[in-house]
């Protein structure tokens, strides 16, 4: 798979360390940023994966920028996209509908959209006066936070939260959850049905892919 990304790289360096240990089923192939201080291009070097930066501001519009992406992208022929904290619209082409997963730090529908993203989210769900928070791992489309749903975890929210504590636990459960969609998907257990995404249970999926009981 192939990482986007904008930031710290937190979610890449989660993704590393869970494909060297044996438990992610894919190994990162080739990471995006669009911000050339992003840190995450620093540890995507240190792993030694080949990087690149393509920054928005330097196109003069959102498709060329797009293009650019989707060319980089197909050097490294991955099967997977997996956004991790991409902050530029990127306008996915139609080969890869349903193989780019975003992870978002709230419950979709709620507190998501243009503008909503990091502590602007967390801030956004205590002003709210919410109980419960979490994460959603959904596959992205050409609209904010509005692809289908694949996996989501909520956390309680407690009385005596801030910005800062709540972010630290949603980030908790998102190294959780966004590594066990990305297995589904290495295991082909993803069936999407419009808005719907259906998770194949291991045994009926061995049966579609013609795989035997023993194999």
């Known amino acids: 798979m192939a990482v ?14 869970l ?3 044996g438990y992610l089923k894919a190994d990162v ?9 992003a840190y995450g291009v620093q540890r995507a070097k240190q792993a030694g994966i080949p990087n690149c930066v393509i920054s928005p501001g330097k196109f003069d519009d959102t498709h060329s920028f797009s293009q650019t992406i989707t060319a ?13 904290g991409f902050l530029s619209f990127y306008k996915i082409p139609p080969q890869l509908t349903n193989k780019v997963m975003n992870i978002h730090p709230a419950l979709l529908p709620a ?14 769900v205590l002003e709210y006066g919410c109980k419960i928070s979490g994460c959603t791992v959904h596959f992205a489309n050409n609209k904010y936070d509005h692809g289908p749903v694949i996996l989501q975890k909520a956390v309680p929210v407690a009385e005596t939260e801030d910005t800062h504590s709540l972010a630290a636990k949603v980030f908790e ?37 013609g795989k035997s009981k023993d194999e």
């Open 4 to 17: 986007l990304l904008s930031g710290s790289g937190r979610t890449l360096q989660n993704f590393i360390e």
């Open 19 to 21: 494909s060297d240990s």
């Open 29 to 37: 192939s080739g990471v995006i940023s669009s911000r050339p201080d």
């Open 72 to 84: 980089a992208l197909s050097q490294w022929e991955p099967e997977l996209i997996a956004m991790a």
């Open 111 to 124: 507190f998501g959209g243009k503008g909503y993203y990091g502590d602007k989210v967390h801030r956004a």
């Open 173 to 209: 459960i998102e190294c959780e959850l966004y590594p066990q969609a990305i297995n589904l998907f290495a295991e082909k257990r993803l069936k999407v049905s419009g808005r719907r995404v259906k998770i194949l249970d291991k045994a009926a999926n061995d049966r579609i892919s």
